[in-house]
């Protein structure tokens, strides 16, 4: 269960010292009061690292996990229950609440009226209809919309590049989309080649992922038929603005645009799926990003050159640019929302002048 | 490309090439001279060689003919001016029936569209027939049937219910199924009402008519047992039938959760309805007509109209006796692209000329739908838990 590592390794008390110190300021607040969650049902542990933002951000937290049984959420609830059957933490344990019930708006609309503050993870669908169900009027409420994540790849810092680190590169790729089928919505479709990547170069990436993914990745059949079917319905609906690069035995499927469509955001592909762009310019990119686009991931390519892709060009979309490898490291500040200071209120308090 | 080759068997292919050198149809092949041939006959020489040269005549066909077929092979890199090894020609996913309009004739032409809701949800499939392709169907399931009716045609009670088949235009896939076997026999009679209940009176007079006499009885697997057996079951009656051969299909996962294996099934439609043969089909709507039947060994066969490709995940050709996505083909379509398909069925591959019940042709098992993958990600998250 590497996810559960992930998250275990993430609460670490070296990790949580450093969040206390990056939000020192925040002496000044205090939480909502209440939180519901709406976690996911297809990441396990997402309800874990939810509710930790919660209790971070000073609240006391209902969770609802998903009907389903899913060994990561018994090992880390077992291990919460464990934890405050020692009586050492009296203070968070009531402020604790895992749920588990079957989707029934009624329970769900009960708890949200007596909550300052709902967080929704998503699914398009999913918020739509936590929605309908009303807050009280000061509640807030943070929602987790369906995103679309991107890769760029500097070309020349990628040439001759040793071995080892191209495989390296490729294994953190794989770990960025693989690892989650792509679904995640931090994971990336598209891979963007900040400069017209040399032949050599491209194949020597591109084989070096096909390497990790053979030795890693379980190829289901219902997975390579849905991947498949993709391909040649691409064929139909990009007619003329693609071209199908390679299948590398079936492994990974890479199509190359010719131009970027500015429905960019509709190409998601899964299972190992990806659309190639090459262009000269980043501000290639400006045109197609929505609000929709949430992670970037690079490799090769100055962090500050993104960020000013970003700032520079006002763009709606993007709001967390990180390094390949690091697309589903969730964190404190996810889809543009310090969640902390979302999840808590400031209390001002002025000085008198005399 | 991925479909790995197989080693093709080229040896046949004059000797293929005069059979198929008579008047021809619509693709440039000619599969009527295979109607006047026993549907079981043709080994692996013969026929890897005709359906190499039937496939790539039926591949050149509906690349001119559909435009987004056509879309779909340039995107591959197919070129069709080479001759392609039969694993070669990438095999269309049934799904996209449900997403394009896929039709290799004028629209005006179409004379049937047959529907059917497959695996994911609501969305359809259409498969569009001119007369051409629709008279084909007909006449190659009669030839098929015929190699366990002996030819003559039967008196036929079919286990449904008349509802099913009122629109003449647009069929069901159980509809379309319903009206295709209808055309093979004699004195056709519902067996349920319009609220699916035993129509008592018309089997009645059925059995009194023919109660000595071959008769055929055709239904769906689950409906034949739920609808009929149990029912007759519960009421302790039985059909007066001496000589029933009973043609079922549409699969077996209804059954198999009330554990209800083909043994089974076979044991009670004998004792209660006289079924003295009962014979499971599989078929497709996306290719109605060359069907599959199972022998008395329990095997799926391929006629000489229809073969199979069971592959590995990434698309190797898979081992006999060893599970895989089935891939069919059939040499009927001609008013849409369903000549070579991938299904989302899993099978296996049992042998090929050397069934023991005499056939030749490659025969199989099918297990079900290719299981649902655990979808990782974060969407649908209220919804699906």
């Known amino acids: ?354 | 490309m991925a479909y790995n080759a197989s080693s093709d068997v080229r040896g046949g292919r004059t000797a293929a090439r005069e059979r198929l050198s008579g008047a021809n149809a619509v693709a440039g092949f000619d599969v009527a001279s295979l109607l006047d041939v026993a549907p079981y006959s043709l080994d692996h020489v013969t026929k890897s060689a005709l359906f190499a040269e039937a496939m790539n005549a039926l591949t050149r066909h509906h690349f001119s003919h559909c435009p987004q077929y056509r879309s779909m092979l340039e995107f591959l890199g197919i070129s069709l001016d080479t001759h392609h090894v039969l694993a070669d020609l990438p095999p269309l996913p049934v799904r996209l029936f449900k997403e394009f309009e896929l039709l290799s004739c004028p629209r005006k032409d179409v004379i049937k569209t047959l529907t059917s809701s497959g695996t994911s949800g609501q969305q359809v499939s259409r498969i569009y027939l001119d007369r051409t392709n629709a008279g084909l169907q007909t006449r190659v399931l009669a030839r098929i049937v015929a190699s366990i009716t002996g030819g003559a045609r039967l008196p036929m009670l079919i286990v449904d219910s008349p509802a099913v088949v009122r629109d003449r235009q647009l069929f069901s896939a159980r509809g379309a199924g319903i009206l295709g076997f209808a055309m093979l026999g004699t004195d056709v009679t519902y067996a349920l009402d319009e609220q699916m209940r035993l129509d008592h009176a018309a089997i009645a007079a059925f059995c009194e008519s023919h109660a000595d006499g071959p008769v055929l009885l055709f239904g769906f697997t689950a409906i034949v047992w739920q609808h009929l057996y149990k029912v007759l079951r519960d009421k302790g009656e039985k059909l007066p039938l001496r000589d029933a051969s009973l043609l079922h299909g549409g699969g077996w996962k209804k059954l198999a959760s009330q554990a209800v294996d083909p043994v089974t099934f076979d044991g009670r439609l004998r004792e209660t309805c006289g079924v003295a043969r009962a014979i499971n089909y599989y078929g497709m709507v996306e290719q109605t007509g060359s069907i599959f039947l199972a022998c008395s060994e329990g095997h799926l066969h391929c006629s000489n109209f229809s073969d199979i490709i069971v592959r590995r995940s990434d698309f190797s050709i898979a081992d006999i006796g060893e599970s895989g996505t089935l891939q069919l083909m059939s040499l009927l379509p001609t008013s849409y692209p369903g000549h070579n398909l991938l299904s989302e069925d899993e099978a296996t591959l049992l042998g090929e000329d050397d069934c023991r019940c005499g056939r030749k042709g490659r025969y199989f098992h099918v297990a079900g739908r290719i299981s649902q993958a655990e979808i990782r990600g974060c969407s649908d998250t209220y919804r699906a838990a």
């Open chain 1, 1 to 354: 269960m590497v996810d559960v590592m992930t998250f275990a390794f993430w609460i670490r008390p070296a990790n949580l010292e450093r969040l206390r110190r990056a939000f020192a300021e925040c002496d000044e607040r205090l939480g909502l009061g209440v939180l519901l969650h709406i976690t996911p049902s297809n990441v396990p542990v997402n309800f874990a690292f939810s509710y930790v933002f919660g209790l971070l951000a000073g609240n006391a937290n209902m969770v609802r996990v998903p009907s389903r049984t899913w060994p990561q959420i018994t090992a880390i609830s077992s291990t919460m229950s464990r934890v405050f059957e020692s009586g050492d933490h009296e203070q968070v344990r009531r402020r604790t609440a895992i749920l588990r019930y079957p989707r029934n708006d009624k329970i769900t609309a009960d708890l949200s009226a007596q909550c300052s503050g709902r967080v929704v993870w998503g699914g398009d669908s999913t918020i739509a209809d936590i929605r309908r169900l009303p807050l009280p009027p000061r509640a807030v409420e943070l929602v987790f919309a369906d995103r679309y994540s991107l890769c760029v790849l500097g070309a020349s810092a990628m040439t001759s590049l040793p071995d080892k680190v191209m495989h390296q590169l490729a294994r953190r790729f794989y770990n960025d989309t693989y690892l989650v089928d792509q679904n995640a919505c931090s994971s990336p479709h598209l891979v963007f080649w900040n400069h017209v990547p040399d032949e050599e170069t491209e194949a020597r990436f591109w084989n070096a992922v096909e390497r990790v993914v053979r030795d890693n990745y379980a190829l289901e059949p219902i997975k390579q038929v849905d991947k498949y079917t993709r391909l040649l319905r691409d064929a139909v609906e990009l007619d003329g603005n693609a071209a199908l690069c390679a299948r590398h035995q079936e492994y990974l499927y890479r199509v190359r645009l010719k131009a970027l469509p500015n429905d960019m955001e509709a190409l998601r592909g899964r299972y190992g799926y990806f659309y190639e762009y090459h262009s000269e310019h980043l501000d290639d990119l400006a045109p197609v990003v929505t609000s929709r686009y949430q992670t970037l991931t690079y490799f090769g390519v100055s962090p500050e050159s993104l960020r000013d892709l970003v700032i520079g060009n006002r763009l709606s979309g993007i709001d967390r640019i990180v390094p390949v490898g690091r697309a589903l490291d969730l964190d404190v500040t996810w889809d543009g929302y310090d969640i902390i200071r979302s999840l808590s209120r400031f209390i001002s308090v002025s000085g008198s002048d005399s």
